[in-house]
């Protein structure tokens, strides 16, 4: 079946990085990209960025644009997420998540489908 | 970029009422407009895409509508494995989440 299976929680000092991965498995690696979504506590869904495991392409959300790097290595059909800059308010639970496209009505349309079971990422002094 | 903004952001209910989160998008998204169900200590689950597609395995009792700019979830009975969060998440540019309905026990 399709799994995604992240990496364990971390605890940060504030000013470093952190590296959370995302092993995939049960489906065809390069047919989907790879979303991260992280949820801070208390707070709402907040999507970071995707990658296409085809291409290596990213995009990202506006302010997460130059702390985030997401990479792909397809030889382990894994997905990595790097925070660099941690702050306190980076404390978060973070997910990774398959980028599906559906096609409908001739129209296509992207979701997330699949999830991994999330990282707790914990930065404090 | 674009703003979902949901509402309400909390209901409570009682199991077998029929419950209804609308969503409203800050400029006209087609229907490119999915929901999800987060439950705390679990990933979210993917519950609608295309605004009104059931995703498989899904319950029917989950259904949705809209399009352009606003957007209704609608649980016809709520059962006791649905209360959670409610997030609406637009893909029409980008990827934009709304704030989130918790649907609490009343």
């Known amino acids: 079946q399709v799994q995604l299976v992240q990496s364990g929680g971390e605890v940060k000092r504030p000013g470093a990085s952190v590296r959370v991965s995302c092993k995939t498995s049960?489906?065809?690696?390069?047919?989907?990209?790879i979303t991260w979504v992280r949820q801070a506590p208390g707070q709402g869904l907040e999507w970071m960025g995707w990658?296409?495991?085809?291409?290596?392409?990213?995009n990202f959300a506006q302010q997460f644009q130059d702390r985030v790097t997401l990479t792909i290595d397809a030889s382990t059909k894994i997905a990595y997420m790097e925070l660099r800059s941690l702050r306190s308010d980076d404390t978060a639970v973070y997910f990774c998540a398959r980028l599906a496209y559906i096609v409908v009505e001739a129209a296509a349309t992207s979701a997330f489908d699949i999830w991994g079971q999330g990282t707790r990422v914990t930065v404090s002094s | 970029d674009i703003q979902m903004t949901q509402s309400p952001s909390s209901l409570s209910g009682s199991a077998g009422d029929r419950v209804t989160i609308t969503c409203r998008a800050s400029q006209n998204i087609d229907r490119y407009l999915n929901w999800y169900q987060k439950k705390p200590g679990e990933a979210p689950k993917f519950l609608i895409y295309?605004?009104?597609k059931l995703q498989s395995g899904v319950s029917s009792r989950f259904s949705g509508s809209g399009s352009g700019t606003e957007f209704t979830l609608t649980i016809s009975s709520l059962q006791p494995e649905d209360f959670a969060t409610y997030y609406c998440q637009q893909s029409y540019s980008s990827l934009t989440f709304g704030g989130g309905t918790k649907v609490e026990i009343k």
């Open positions: 295309a605004a009104s």
């Open positions: 990658i296409s495991s085809y291409s290596g392409k990213t």
């Open positions: 049960g489906y065809t690696f390069i047919n989907y990209g």
